[in-house]
């Protein structure tokens, strides 16, 4: 079943994750084509300031702020209740937030998995079936997972486990809203120029060496512009597409572990394989 492109000019749009990185150039490519902003972030000062650079650049625009701890499972009953008193319709739901555990699977608490877990996976699922009865034909939602929703590296268990979970809830969903006339967009980031490195958590027993390597890895890997990433989420909802890959480094893997199911790892090994031979040729 088709459904007609997306209109973003006076529709209601939700994004979690608003107050930095690609959640904020979603909201300003949604301001830009005239949508409502309904935005949600952790970090009351900075989506403060992000909802004041909006009214300025945008006048006329209307934006409302909502600031929840998407860990909390009350705190995201609490948000949902709120964003349906504040809308009668919800046309766009972005599910973006997202955080990052660095760590192998024994050397994490399970406290930490669970604040992977309760971020990436739990609160999408949970708003998207609160507001979903306010999501009308012609709606779309859109969720945020990642190339390690495709491939799983070692050091990721929980992140990777979040976004494997969250791209089946999405897939899954797809078929059942699509004769609703809802449609539905998995994002897969290959490597997004945001703070999520930065901002990842350290699982407790890993030494300061460790912690530091395994942030200067995860950060090598963010190379893409944020705000192109934005541009071409809104072109998938326009489009309704069901998966947006971003960036080669999620075009390879997804090519890769469908064609030649295999480790992340060995991926990353063959690839730097392949660059040496590529340098000898040029030589």
């Known amino acids: 079943m088709s459904i007609r492109p997306f209109q973003f000019a006076g529709a209601t749009a939700v994004v979690t994750g608003a107050a930095n990185g690609m959640g904020e150039h979603l909201a300003r490519g949604l301001a830009e084509r005239g949508s409502t902003l309904l935005l949600v972030d952790r970090d009351t000062a900075r989506l403060d300031a992000v909802a004041a650079s909006l009214r300025s650049t945008y006048p006329g625009s209307s934006v409302t702020t909502f600031t929840t701890d998407l860990a909390d499972r009350d705190a995201v009953d609490r948000l949902a209740t709120d964003l349906l008193a504040a809308t009668d319709r919800v046309d766009l739901l ?34 998207t079936h609160r507001l979903l009865p306010r999501i009308p034909p012609g709606g779309h939602i859109l969720n945020v997972s990642s190339v390690f929703g495709l491939v799983g590296p070692k050091g990721q268990t929980a992140y990777s486990s979040s976004k494997f ?44 060496g460790e912690v530091k390597h395994a942030q200067e890895s995860f950060d090598k890997l963010l190379t893409f512009p944020a ?49 040496r031979l590529a340098g000898k040729v040029r030589r």
């Open 94 to 127: 972005v599910n973006n937030a997202g955080v990052a555990l660095a760590g192998r699977f024994d050397q994490i608490s399970m406290d930490d998995f669970d604040w992977v877990m309760a971020i990436n996976f739990t609160a999408p699922v949970l708003l």
């Open 165 to 208: 979970a969250l791209r089946g809830f999405t897939e899954a969903l797809r078929s059942e809203l699509l004769p609703r006339g809802i449609g539905t967009t998995t994002v897969h980031p290959g490597g997004i120029r945001t703070n999520i490195a930065l901002n990842a958590r350290i699982g407790g027993n890993l030494s300061n």
């Open 227 to 275: 705000d192109r990433a934005a541009e071409l989420m809104l072109e998938a909802v326009k489009a309704r597409r069901a998966r947006l890959l971003i960036g080669l480094s999620a075009k390879l893997p997804d090519v890769v572990a469908r064609v030649v199911p295999m480790s992340f790892g060995t991926l990353e090994r063959g690839a730097k394989s392949v660059g």
